[in-house]
Each structure stands twice: as C-alpha cells, then as structure tokens.
C-alpha cells in the first residue's frame, strides 16, 4: 500500500511539471505571433502631457554670460540683468532687445522700471534648497557609509566605524585647535602692525598740526606788522597839508587798508577739519568768502581807479574761465541753490547739470539717462527739490537733494498741463511753478505734482 501511494505521488510531480511545460510552449507561441505581426499594426503609446519637454529657463544672462543679477523681463519675454541692459539705453529711452532685435519705449526711471523676472530667482532659490536639504546630505552619508563597505546592519561593523571615528575625531580637535592657534597668532600679528601704523600715523597728524599752527601764527603776525606800519604811515599823513600828492598818497593808504581787512576776513575765515575715514585733516573755509565787511565796503567804494575797457574785458574773461568745467558743452542756464549758496549751470551739448562753489571753484556734475536738452533750473526751498526743464522731453525733471530724478512733470502735447519746446522755469510766491511754454505760445502754471491751474496765451486767458 505504501508503494501504491508513492507512485501516486510521482504522477502527480510528473503531471505538474508537464503542463508547465505545456504552458511555457504556448506561451512562448503567442509571443513569437505578436513579435512576427506587422509593425504598422502594433498599436503606439502616445506620449503623456508628463514627458513632453518644458520650456527651459535661461540660467544666465545672454550678454555677460554670468549668473543673473537683478534679472529684468522685455516685454519680448527675454531676461538680461539690468547693468547689462542700461548699456543698450539709446537717449530716446529705447532699448533694444540683444536677442530677437525688439525696440521697447522705457519710462523715466529707465531700466529699473522693467519687471522683475521671478522665475529665475524662484528656481535659483529651489536649487539652494535641494542641495542644503536634509535628505541630500542623508544620501551623501549612505553613500559614504555603502562605499567603505561596511554593513550599517552588523553589530560588529557599527562598533568598528564607532572605534574609528573616535579616533577621527581627536584628530580633527587636533587640527582644529592649531589652526584656531594660528589664527589668533595671525590676529595679534595684525592688530599690532594696524596699531604701529595708527601711531605712526598719530605722530604724522601731530607734526602737521603743528606745522599749521606755526604757518597761522607767522601769517597773523606779518598781518599785525604790516597794519603797525600802516597806522604810522596814517598819522604821518593827518600832518601834512592838503595837496594833490596828499591826495594820491591817502588813495594808496585807503587801497591798503581795504586789502588789508580782506586778508584779515580770509584768514578768519579758515578752519581745520578731521576726517576720521581717511585719517587727515584739511584747512577749508568756515565762512562764505564772497561776504565782506562793512569797513572792507567802504573802503573799496573810496577807490578810483583809473582802468581801461580792455582791463573790463580782460576779468571777464578771466571770471568766465573760473566756471569752466571739462565736459561742458552749450551751457544754458545758470541759478543760485538757495540752500546752500551754490551755482547750478544747465549744460545742454553734455546734458549735465554742474554745481560750482560760491567762490567759484568746481565741485562735482550730475546727469541722468533721461536728461536730452536741460535748458533752466528753479528750486523749492521747503523741500529741497530741483526742477530742471527739459525742452526735447517737454518736461519738468524733479531732483533730490541727493542729485537723484524722483519724478518728471508734463508731457508732449498742446492741452492743458502739457508742453511743447518749453524755454524757461521758475517759482512765483506761491510755490507754484511758471513754465515758459515756447512751442505753444502761452505761459503755464503748474502745481509741484503736476497739477494744472492756468495759463496764459495768445487766444485764452486765465
């Protein structure tokens, strides 16, 4: 009976494995069907809306090929940054697009205007984001760990890599603690050499201190000397009788004691300043040196001196050379900052504005992108704000005391508030400002933001 049940059961095996077999065949069959039908008649996969490729973003700029900064769009969707495009800023503020060639119409603020191009600083911040990410560095770790070859899972292998970076360890606080010496070897080293330099610099200041003060006290003592043997001389005169050498020689003492004064105000004019940045001092001026004293008036008022019209011509040419800057081109306009006592000249041909000291001397220029023809200047004293008129741009340019364009007022046109080669600028006693509109035959009168209140013209009036 038992051999009866263990023939069964090899049948039964026998069985099994034959109609696996059977199966595998058929099976076999049906692929070498499939595989020998027409390629036209296998249907295709269509591609999901996933695989299909995305429109890429540029990742830097197409003009300096550097990572972008300030990443401005044109309306033509192409992205540049924004120092780079204000180099392709024609006078009529229009750009051009480097790419596709595309002419775009800016406003006054210029560039700085254009939108910002978010996309590129989204996927520049998701980058930072995956790379400083936990589960990166995790992965980084796995790697490491998986190509040392040991198994995280072993007990024996975990006390291992353990044991080892104990040791890994003390070497690293080894290290770490020379360098952290050698650090702050190299600090003291520095510190000390700024504070020999400091010295040195200290003894330097005092020497020209010094030297300033003696230079101060020789100069007011040659002042005190020459006024002695100008008193002297003064009393010799009240003695002698009236004459017309008497006459000629009072002059010369009236042309002394005039230069006299004025030397006398220069020199108490003057200060010393420190600057703490950069460490040195300098002798300026504390007072406007174009104020005079009454004595000083009063004496050049009692000179007569006998000049010529070329001596006239001569010191004009002279004073128009004093105002002369490198860059001007077609000065136009002149006006006094009533703030700060300074001379404002409109430079047209350069398209600057220049700002000259009270006494003449040069101080800095200033334009802006937007500047085409500026032809005058008016300020506002409660504000601090200067208006300099434009007569390409037909409008008003409002400056900052920083020099900065804040805003413009006007535009091209003939209605109301708008302009057309304007030639003149000024403030009335209200604050209001008087344009000169040439183009258009009238004269407006505009509020400070542009505001119209009334005109006067040739066929109406207000």
């Not at 910002?116 to 992965?139: F, M, T, Y």
């Not at 070497?171 to 020999?196: C, G, H, P, V, Y």
């Not at 304007?422 to 509020?447: C, F, M, T, W, Y």
Request: glycine share 4%.
């Amino acid at each position: 009976g038992d051999e009866r049940e263990n023939m069964a059961t090899v049948q039964e095996q026998h069985g099994s494995r034959t109609g696996g077999r059977d199966k595998r065949v058929q099976r076999s069959k049906t692929d070498a069907h499939h595989s020998s039908a027409s390629p036209a008649r296998v249907p295709r996969r269509k591609p999901s809306q996933k695989t299909r490729a995305q429109p890429t973003i540029d990742q830097n700029c197409r003009i300096c090929y550097g990572e972008f900064t300030q990443p401005k769009q044109l309306p033509c969707l192409h992205t540049f940054c924004q120092n780079c495009l204000e180099k392709f800023v024609n006078p009529k503020l229009l750009v051009e697009c480097p790419t596709c060639r595309e002419e775009t119409q800016l406003t006054v603020l210029g560039v700085a205007a254009l939108p910002d191009n978010l996309a590129v600083g989204i996927l520049r911040l998701s980058k930072d984001h995956e790379a400083s990410s936990p589960a990166v560095q995790r992965r980084g770790n796995q790697r490491t760990i998986s190509e040392s070859g040991l198994n995280i899972g072993d007990p024996l292998s975990m006390k291992r890599q353990l044991q080892i970076s104990f040791s890994n360890l003390e070497e690293f606080e080894t290290t770490f603690q020379a360098d952290i010496q050698e650090l702050s070897q190299n600090i003291n080293n520095t510190i000390e050499r700024k504070m020999e330099e400091l010295a040195e610099k200290k003894d330097a200041l005092g020497k020209q201190l010094k030297k300033i003060l003696k230079d101060k006290l020789e100069l007011h003592e040659n002042w005190r000397s020459q006024s002695e043997d100008l008193i002297e001389r003064i009393d010799d005169e009240k003695l002698k009788e009236s004459s017309a050498q008497h006459i000629m020689e009072m002059n010369t003492l009236g042309n002394s004691f005039g230069s006299l004064i004025s030397k006398m105000d220069r020199m108490c004019a003057e200060k010393v300043s420190f600057d703490p940045n950069s460490l040195s001092l300098n002798l300026c001026k504390q007072s406007n040196p174009m104020e005079e004293t009454k004595v000083a008036r009063k004496a050049s008022q009692n000179k007569l001196p006998a000049l010529s019209t070329d001596f006239y011509k001569v010191a004009t040419l002279e004073e128009v050379r004093k105002m002369k800057w490198q860059n001007c081109l077609q000065p136009r306009c002149a006006a006094i900052c009533p703030w700060t006592g300074q001379i404002w000249v409109c430079s047209s041909g350069s398209r600057e504005i220049a700002i000259f000291d009270s006494d003449d001397t040069f101080v800095h220029s200033f334009t802006n992108s937007a500047f085409l023809f500026p032809c005058s200047i008016a300020f506002k004293i409660e504000t601090k704000e200067a208006f300099v008129l434009d007569k390409r741009q037909s409008s008003i340019f409002v400056i900052s005391p920083s020099y900065q364009v804040t805003r413009s007022i006007g535009k091209g046109g003939k209605k109301s508030g708008c302009l057309n080669s304007p030639a003149a600028i000024l403030l009335d006693n209200k604050g209001r400002l008087v344009v000169s509109d040439h183009g258009n035959d009238r004269i407006q009168v505009l509020e400070t933001d542009g505001t119209f209140v009334a005109y006067i013209g040739l066929h109406h009036q207000e």
